[in-house]
């Protein structure tokens, strides 16, 4: 699992819980199944471009955004790292 599509995932969930939405929910206004929100958020499947249209779409964000906030998890994850690498030297 790459690090993009982990956050990704981390994103998604994020953004899901912050509307107070259940899985099924963000499924069903993003016309996808349960199962593959669930893969997503987990960072077991990758998106196609559809898919980030329709969740973005679901989510009321433009892909723009919903792409920069998946950029700045990965960038706070990857300094994470780098202090963890630190920290164990």
Known sequence: MTQIVSSFGVT???LREAQ???QEV???RANLNRSYIGELE???AIPSLLTLQKLSQALGLSLANLLAHTERIAQTHAVKGIELTSIAC
Do not use: F, P, T, Y
């Open 26 to 28: 963000l499924a069903e």
């Open 12 to 14: 998604v969930r994020q």
């Open 20 to 22: 107070g939405w259940s």
């Open 42 to 44: 987990r960072g077991q």
